[in-house]
């Protein structure tokens, strides 16, 4: 049996496939399919079927570089991978081609797979200490104080574009409004969100970018821990920086770095990929209006179907073990294909079916890494949605379905742009959409009466938030865009 490790697979419909193909464009060494390019970015979904067809729950792919790692397809076999974790540990730093050094630091794969203190990269106790301090402190944010200020947010983005009458929704909603939450999540300033969330953008994207944009990111958030702990406030950092488990200074930047990569662009996708749907599906928007179906069971159906990250690192084996009818060597990577198992036939009558809110798809992974925000990125999305279209009800595209671009990496695909029109409106006057700070509850998750209300906070949660960034303006004036190959590097740049 062939393994990734030593990759001989002879993939005989593929290399059957007619010039032009995305199948055999994708073909790489000896055959085996890789998941990265112009040949697997044109149909991921198609893809992974002929991936399913070809070698079942489990296949040989190859990442970039033409790194070999397998693909789990099929939903109960991610389900063996997530849930076991002994046998699939998120230890990476036994895996063979790290050991063999045949990934460079400069690899676009490396900022992702790359072993580090956070959680994902733990298992067992230590996963559980940092996973406890994660969950604990995001558990203090009050929901209802976040979807004010996703209201907020929101009002304020379609302000800007409210009475030309068109607007580019992705663009100007879609990727601004997670990033402008997550800045009040973070405890960043809100101007320097922009910065960060192209930086994570980067990361994501896996392109040649990812590893300036990964310094890029490590700087700033270093930055942020050392003027947390001299001027602690109502955030994550904070309440990171003061958590029982004691994490250091190094471990709360990878975890203020895991939350603003895994929670921004995965957002971003799911508002986009939603609105598409009610767009493009006239009987999707009806069932909305006629209140046959809910907007989170819609999220939740959309969840389904275009899950927000498409693959995502799933382990690497601690032996040898057999899986999907694969034989799987001690030390390869797994690789969960999340929309692939969404679809999977075992367990679904058809892709696309209609799942009616049910929320046991795998977007958010399983097991002891499943998302622990995922309720902030649904509360993020239906706040977000349920804004636009209350303020620009008769909100249409502007183009046919079909001639939407999108644009797909190894790990994810999504639009490039969502063009709308729509009745021009006035700005409105909305005082009373001014939120309260974000309340807070105790370290056990009891609710705790929140220290300051009504506008009184809201002052109080300003000025905190514009000292901290007039100190941090002072500080970071220097820095360019993260994406230019420019590094941050202590405060100063360096090329
Ligand atoms: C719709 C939005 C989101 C989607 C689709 C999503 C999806 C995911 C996925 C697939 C993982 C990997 C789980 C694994 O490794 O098995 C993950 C992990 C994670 N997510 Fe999310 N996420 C979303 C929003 C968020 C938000 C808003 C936050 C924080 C505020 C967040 C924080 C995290 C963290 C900290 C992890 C690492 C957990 C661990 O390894 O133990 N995510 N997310």
Redesign the pocket.
């Known amino acids: 049996m062939t393994t990734p490790s030593e990759p001989s697979h002879a993939l005989g419909s593929l290399g059957a496939a007619p010039p032009g193909c995305p199948a055999h464009a994708a073909g790489g060494p000896d055959g085996v399919q890789r998941l990265y390019g112009p040949g697997a970015s044109a149909d991921p979904m198609g893809l992974y079927e002929r991936l399913r067809n070809e070698h079942g729950a489990v296949a040989p792919v190859l990442l970039e570089g033409d790194v070999p790692a397998w693909l789990v397809l099929g939903y109960n076999e991610i389900l063996q991978v997530?849930r076991n974790p002994r046998r699939f540990r998120?230890d990476g730093r036994a895996w063979s081609p790290w050991q063999r050094g045949e990934i460079g630091t400069d690899s676009p794969i490396a900022p992702v797979l790359r072993w580090g203190p956070?959680?994902?990269h733990q298992d067992g106790g230590t996963?559980q200490r940092l996973?406890g301090a994660?969950n604990e402190s995001?558990e203090r944010f009050d929901r209802r104080g976040l979807r004010r200020y996703v209201q907020l947010y929101g009002h304020q983005l379609i302000d800007r574009f409210a009475a030309e009458g068109r607007a580019e929704i992705l663009a100007q909603y879609a990727q601004q409004l997670?990033m402008l939450v997550?800045t009040v999540?973070l405890g960043l300033p809100e101007e320097e969100g922009p910065r960060l969330v192209e930086a994570s953008r980067q990361l994501l994207i896996g392109t040649e970018k990812a590893v300036s944009a990964d310094r890029y990111i490590q700087q700033a958030l270093t930055d942020l821990v050392a003027t947390k702990h001299a001027t602690p406030g109502h955030d994550?950092a904070s309440w990171l920086i003061a958590h029982p488990a004691e994490l250091t200074d190094e471990e709360v930047l990878h975890?203020l770095r895991?939350?603003l990569v895994?929670?921004n662009e995965?957002?971003t996708?799911?508002i986009v990929n939603t609105l598409r749907v009610v767009f493009t599906h006239p009987r999707f928007r009806g069932s909305l209006h006629g209140g046959r179906m809910t907007l989170p069971a819609a999220v939740e159906q959309v969840?389904w179907d275009e899950?927000?990250?498409s693959v995502?690192?799933?382990g690497f084996a601690s032996d040898d073990v057999e899986l999907g009818g694969q034989n799987i060597r001690k030390g390869d990577i797994l690789l969960?294909g999340?929309a692939a198992a969404n679809a999977d036939p075992a367990i679904r009558p058809a892709p696309g079916a209609p799942m009616h809110g049910n929320r046991s798809h795998l977007?958010?992974?399983?097991?002891?890494?499943?998302?622990?925000?995922?309720d902030?990125?649904?509360a993020?999305?239906v706040t977000g949605i349920e804004v636009l279209l209350s303020r620009l009800p008769d909100l249409r595209l502007t183009l046919e379905p079909d001639e939407l671009d999108w644009s797909a990496s190894t790990w994810s695909r999504h639009l490039v742009a969502l063009p709308v029109e729509f009745t021009p409106r006035t700005r409105t006057e909305r005082v009373s959409l001014v939120p309260p700070a974000p309340g807070r509850r105790s370290a056990r998750g009891r609710p705790r009466p929140a220290p300051r209300v009504g506008a009184d906070a809201e002052e109080s949660a300003t000025a905190e938030r514009s000292s901290f960034w007039s100190t941090l303006r002072r500080r970071w004036s220097r820095a360019e865009d993260p994406t230019d190959g420019v590094e941050r590097t202590g405060g100063r740049r360096s090329r």
């Not at 977007?363 to 995922?374: D, K, L, R, V």
């Open positions: 997530t998120r956070d959680c994902t996963h996973r994660v995001l997670p997550l999540v994550l975890h895991l939350v895994a929670a995965t957002t996708n799911l969840l899950p927000p990250i995502c690192p799933g969960l999340l977007s958010f992974t399983s097991g002891p890494h499943e998302c622990p925000g995922q902030i990125g649904r993020i999305t």
